[in-house]
T-cell receptor, first 113, second 111 residues
């Protein structure tokens, strides 16, 4: 079955630690996205990538970093510079990044120890 | 900038009741409009979309009509089921094709 796989489902971060969230898709989509979801708020875009080896900052990129070395993979690193990292993180993909349907993974809940 | 406003939840209904979740937007240009649904513990799924004024999107008994004159895209269903309990997000695409999201409305359906 085609889809998006996020791992781990739950992740805990210690003070000063960088952590990496995994996102893999086998849909052959060009575009991939990372969103942050906080309780009672809409999704906020962290980073997106429309093609391999290229990515753009979203609305809340500070304290995060990404890479896009392979079409199917778009990992997100939450760095120690992100002072309020506790949130639900969602990865998504779309065919080309041009106004079509987004497919979402099942998310990673990140909490601070 | 572009924005989406949804009615606050939670919305609690009995099974077989009629549902309306309000969504209004502000946007330059002519955005496409979407409703996504998030079931507990899962990612979001596209429920329906409309790409131009007066279009009606529909899926799984839900429908919404793109109303340019009132800048609205209200989600409706004639008879809800317990399995419809979820969080519903209204969204639009801006001029750069990025999605602008509403805050979400939690729907609780009681048997």
């Amino acid at each position: 079955d085609g889809g998006i796989t996020q791992s781990p489902k739950y992740l805990f971060r210690k003070e000063g630690q960088n952590v990496t969230l995994s996102c893999e898709q086998n849909l052959n989509h060009d575009a991939m996205y990372w969103y942050r979801q906080d309780p009672g708020q809409g999704l906020r875009l962290i980073y997106y990538s429309q093609i391999v080896n290229d990515f753009q900052k979203g609305d809340i990129a500070e304290g995060y970093s990404v890479s896009r070395e392979k079409k199917e993979s778009f990992p997100l690193t939450v760095t120690s510079a992100q002072k309020n990292p506790t949130a639900f993180y969602l990865c998504a993909s779309s065919i080309s990044g041009q106004n079509e349907k987004l497919f979402f993974g099942s998310g990673t809940q990140l909490s601070v120890l | 900038g572009d924005s989406v406003t949804q009615m606050e939840g939670p919305v609690t209904l009995s099974e077989e009741a009629c549902l309306t979740i309000n969504c209004t937007y502000t946007a330059t240009g002519y955005p496409s409009l979407f409703w996504y649904v998030q079931y507990p513990g899962e990612g979001l799924q596209l429920l329906l979309k409309a790409t131009k004024a007066d279009d009606k999107g529909s899926n799984k008994g839900f429908e919404a009509t793109y109303r340019k004159e009132t800048t609205s895209f209200h989600l409706e269903k004639g008879s809800v089921q317990v399995s419809d309990s979820a969080v519903y997000f209204c969204a639009l695409t801006d001029s750069n094709y990025q999605l602008i999201w509403g805050a979400g409305t939690k729907l609780i359906i009681k048997p």
